[in-house]
Every structure is written in structure tokens, then in C-alpha cells.
């Protein structure tokens, strides 16, 4: 069975400062692929970035950057120079074929990001 | 380009009623994915449809359902509603046809239903 662990049920940053928000994960499948997602209090869950477990580099989307490292079961989104519309809820998901590729999403992170 | 369409964006039902929620997806999308979250069980799988057949299930009771029609929007039924069953159901598509690693899901702002 694949899991998704995100640690940090909420966190605050100041404005302008970056921040990273923990992922770890557990499958035995070699090939997946793992995803962001932000959720502001809309609901809308807004596709931030993608890494693939063959991928050689750590994959970036503008202000986002995942920092990805297999041998540890990790990929830490990272983003950079928060603003005010980050305040969101962050989740990690993984798609392996072990699950039949179904879209597996970690607790959350709750961000807020102070002015 | 439109997004993802959810409608409605609420619902209140009572207790063994059924409900019927809608999906479209972006244009050129085959593929819709329905998820529930609560508080409780967070993100959970419902099923995917692609090019009108269903694709993969989650493990959800029977009373879930859902159909894909030939133009890809996605219908998403339950019956005999459960007080359990208040959440805020998402629906997202991807343009991807093959069932792998990277396919991409862009998700609507769902339907949040209350069960009284």
C-alpha cells in the first residue's frame, strides 16, 4: 500500500520569505509520480507542480520548486518569496501502479502567510 | 480556456434522498476523476471515467455511482443519502489517455452537499 505523510498540520511565514513544506511518501513501486496541489478556501484544488520518480532533476514552476530526493522517500515543495495569496492548504499526492494509479493525497499542510 | 465546471456549487439534502452532481471538464479532457473530502478521511478516490467507461473505482459503497457521456461531462450519483456522506466532492479531468505516472489532474471548486 503507497502512503502520504505531511507532518506539518499548519504553518505561518512572514511575507516575502520562502518556506517548505514537508512530504514524505512510501511505495515500492519504481515508477510514480508525485504532485502538489494548493487549495485556498474556495475549494479549488489548483495543480502546482509535478515531479516523476525517473525525473534526474528536482522539478521548479515559477515561485515553486520541489526538492526531491528518492532515497529518502521525500519531495519538499518549497516556495519562494511568499505573498499574501499563498495562505492556502497545500497537499501531496502520489499516482503509482501499485495503486492502479489512483491519485493518493497526504493530510495537508495548512499555510498562512503573515503581511 | 474554461476550467473544470462543478454544479451545483451547494447542496442540502436530507437523509435517504438521492443526489445527482455534475461535472464538466475542461475541452478536449476525456478523463474525470471524482473525489470526496471531509475532515475526517480527507482526500479519497471515487472513480474515473474515460471516454464513457469507468476506469478505475475507489472503495466506496455501491450508492456512489457515476457516468461519463460521449461529450465527457461526468454525472456523480448517491443514493439514499447518509449523514456520513456531507463532504465537498471534487471533480477534476486530465487530458491524458493512459493510465500513467504523470497525468496531470486539474480540479473543478466542487460541490459542497450537506446531509441533514
Known amino acids: 500500500a503507497q502512503k502520504i505523510t505531511q507532518t506539518q498540520p499548519g504553518m505561518f511565514v512572514q511575507e516575502k520569505e520562502a518556506v517548505t513544506l514537508d512530504c514524505t511518501y512510501d511505495?515500492?513501486?519504481?515508477?510514480?509520480?508525485l504532485f502538489w496541489y494548493k487549495q485556498p478556501s474556495s475549494g479549488e484544488m489548483i495543480f502546482l507542480i509535478y515531479?516523476?520518480?525517473?525525473?534526474?532533476q528536482n522539478a521548479t514552476e515559477g515561485r515553486y520548486s520541489l526538492n526531491f530526493q528518492k532515497a529518502r522517500k521525500s519531495a519538499n515543495l518549497v516556495i519562494s518569496a511568499s505573498q499574501l495569496g499563498d495562505s492556502a492548504m497545500y497537499f501531496c499526492?502520489?499516482?503509482?501502479?501499485?495503486?492502479?494509479?489512483?491519485?493518493?493525497f497526504g493530510a495537508g499542510t495548512t499555510v498562512t502567510v503573515r503581511a | 480556456k474554461a476550467g473544470v465546471t462543478q454544479t451545483p456549487r451547494y447542496l442540502i439534502k436530507t437523509r435517504g434522498q438521492q443526489v445527482t452532481l455534475s461535472c464538466s471538464p475542461i475541452?478536449?479532457?476525456?478523463?474525470v476523476s471524482w473525489y470526496q473530502q471531509t475532515p475526517g478521511q480527507g482526500l479519497q478516490f471515487l472513480f474515473e471515467?474515460?471516454?464513457?467507461?469507468?476506469?478505475n473505482k475507489g472503495n466506496f459503497p455501491g450508492r456512489f455511482s457515476g457516468r461519463q457521456f460521449s461529450n465527457s461531462r461526468s454525472e456523480m450519483n448517491v443514493s439514499t443519502l447518509e449523514l456520513g456522506d456531507s463532504a465537498l466532492y471534487l471533480c477534476?479531468?486530465?487530458?491524458?489517455?493512459?493510465?500513467?505516472?504523470?497525468?496531470?489532474?486539474?480540479f473543478g471548486a466542487g460541490t459542497r452537499l450537506s446531509v441533514l
Open positions: 477534476a479531468s486530465s487530458s491524458s489517455g493512459t493510465v500513467g505516472a504523470k497525468n496531470i489532474q486539474y
Open positions: 511505495t515500492s513501486d519504481p515508477s510514480y509520480g
Open positions: 515531479q516523476g520518480s525517473y525525473d534526474q
Open positions: 499526492a502520489m499516482r503509482a501502479v501499485f495503486n492502479d494509479y489512483k491519485l493518493s
Open positions: 475541452s478536449g479532457h476525456r478523463s
Open positions: 471515467y474515460f471516454s464513457e467507461t469507468q476506469r
